[in-house]
């Protein structure tokens, strides 16, 4: 089976507006001080910060063009395609393991491939088409799948399920090309070809998860300094949506003790207090 917004769709260009730019180097320049800080699950390091508009426009700071591993960020994106691709309910929360493992499931029997499947609708939505990979590892998911497959949640076998959702997780991608797959989160479910990826309700309720969720046991203070939602990864990546206006990725892999990263949440407090964006 093929997926939604599959149609392939040009890489936005630098374009930005002078207020983007002066306010991406203003929070580049109050950051730095914390790009070193924390424990990172990755080798690299370094801090990128990325914006893509609604009305196509794309600016950058620091290391936004280097890949990192999408981690749990691909929960995001899983949760958007197997609702796209699959009528029945999804789970109440993507982002815990069992949810983001069925959700994985769902896609797994609706296309056949749920990480090929992924890869293609992140490209098809980015424009990049040479999207590569990390090393998947392993993932302690595998036990708690071993315990749910008793009770008929999961239509795929185990061991199956869990490969694909670390697949998954090991996609590579920049800032910029992750701001701009993102976008249709801020377009009310509406993807890179103009097409409606997602209806409208389902939209909000993934920005709902996000929201309360998306920043792990950090997510009410994120909610408290930041205001948008957001959904970070382990490989130090957060992606943050600005409804109607524009969708914003950071990463840097130094993460705190929730699991965030450090500069990653600060640049995010600085965006949204330099630019006044925020849902609150």
């Not at 996609?171 to 993102?182: G, P, Q, S, V």
């Amino acid at each position: 089976m093929g997926y939604p917004g599959g149609e392939a769709t040009a890489v936005l260009e630098p374009a930005p507006r002078p207020f983007l730019r002066t306010a991406l180097d203003e929070v580049c320049e109050q950051v730095q001080p914390l790009v070193d800080l924390g424990q990172s699950t990755v080798e690299s390091h370094g801090f990128g910060m990325a914006v893509a508009t609604v009305d196509g426009e794309l600016c950058g700071v620091g290391d936004y063009q280097v890949p990192f591993p999408l981690r749990s960020l691909a929960k995001v994106f899983g949760f958007a395609l197997a609702h796209a691709v699959d009528s029945r309910p999804g789970p109440q929360n993507p982002f815990d393991p069992l949810g983001a493992l069925v959700t994985t499931d769902r896609l797994l029997s609706r296309t056949g491939d749920a990480a090929g499947a992924l890869r293609a609708f992140l490209a098809a939505q980015s424009g990049n088409h040479s999207i590569a990979d990390e090393p998947a590892g392993t993932s302690a998911n595998s036990a708690l799948a071993q315990i749910i497959a008793g009770s008929d949640v999961l239509d795929n076998p185990v061991s199956t399920v869990v490969d694909h959702f670390n697949r998954q997780g090991a996609i590579a991608m920049t800032c910029a090309d992750l701001a701009t797959a993102a976008l249709f989160l801020a377009r009310g479910g509406v993807g890179a070809d103009g097409t409606r990826l997602l209806a409208r309700e389902a939209t909000r309720r993934l920005n709902a998860i996000m929201l309360v969720c998306g920043m792990y046991d950090g997510a009410g203070e994120f909610a408290y300094r930041v205001g948008l939602p957001a959904k970070s990864g382990s490989g130090g990546g957060i992606i943050a949506v600005v409804p109607n206006r524009c969708v914003v990725c950071v990463w840097s892999p130094g993460l705190d003790a929730c699991g965030n990263s450090v500069a990653g949440v600060a640049a995010l407090e600085a965006f949204s207090t330099v630019t006044g964006w925020s849902v609150f």
